[in-house]
């Protein structure tokens, strides 16, 4: 649709909005010249002033991990709103400028003054649309371990990125049983790790709390959630039981 009415901005008037362009046009150089882009001219490392951003602990770069994606943003928002003030300046000098692109009729001076850099009318701002933008991080850690979990693999056997994560995982975390993988388990935290029930050195359970010297003497017994759950089964119920308590300190191995 094309409104035919002549633009109603006095030429004063656009003198005024060019010169609000030009002063926006010299801020936003000045602040992206003045802090090298927000920073992000500078290696994260430089920065930090550690030699690796890979640490013992990753909570310990979080501060400027937030950091450097805050300046990320702001940096890719100045640079939008430059390429908007080039343009509505263009728009000045070509005399398309205080037209709305939607229906052809002319933006009002008030609205101009407050958006100079505006493409529409009040009447048909666009609404902000949906979107299903993701993180780019997600390519990577979605799904978890996708570069290094070979359970998806029936021939591969190899100690993976979970396998890793899960020997650190058994030394504690800052989760709770509410964000465990299973939402059925109990609030036994050791039962709210990754796959905890995967049997990890041993094909049968009593394999991990049994075992004998290399000669297939000195039975020892440890007693671990195996052994545990074992009990609680009443699988082979007695052959584990002591003949006397004096016994007891030999054949036993507390693991928990």
């Not at 802090?35 to 290696?43: T, V």
């Not at 800052?174 to 036994?188: C, F, G, L, V």
Request: aromatic share 8%; charged share 30%.
């Amino acid at each position: 649709m094309t409104h035919n009415d002549p633009n109603p901005i006095s030429p004063q008037q656009l003198q005024s909005l060019r010169f609000i362009l030009l002063e926006e046009k010299q801020w936003l150089e000045n602040v992206t010249e003045n802090n090298s882009h927000f920073g992000l001219s500078d290696s994260l490392r430089d920065q930090t002033g550690e030699l690796s951003t890979n640490d013992n602990h990753p909570a310990d770069l979080g501060s400027e991990m937030f950091e450097r994606s805050k300046d990320i943003a702001l940096n890719d928002n100045r640079e939008r709103h430059f390429t908007q003030v080039t343009e509505a300046l263009q728009r000045l000098d070509n005399g398309q400028y205080g037209i709305c692109q939607s229906c052809g009729a002319p933006i009002s001076f008030e609205r101009l003054q407050a958006v100079p850099t505006t493409l529409f009318c009040k009447k048909h701002v666009p609404d902000i649309p949906d979107t299903e933008y993701r993180p780019v991080e997600e390519d990577i850690l979605a799904p978890p371990f996708g570069r290094t979990s070979l359970d998806e693999k029936d021939k591969e056997t190899e100690f993976d990125g979970e396998d890793a994560w899960q020997i650190v995982e058994s030394w504690g975390s800052s989760n709770s049983p509410a964000m465990a993988e299973d939402p059925n388990i109990s609030n036994n935290y050791n039962d709210m790790e990754i796959e905890a029930d995967e049997q990890v050195g041993y094909v049968e359970a009593f394999e991990s709390f049994l075992a004998t010297d290399m000669y297939g003497q000195n039975v020892t017994l440890y007693r671990n959630r195996a052994y545990n759950e074992y009990l609680q089964n009443h699988e082979g119920e007695g052959l584990l039981e002591l003949d006397s308590a004096d016994d007891e300190d030999d054949i036993y191995t507390d693991l928990t």
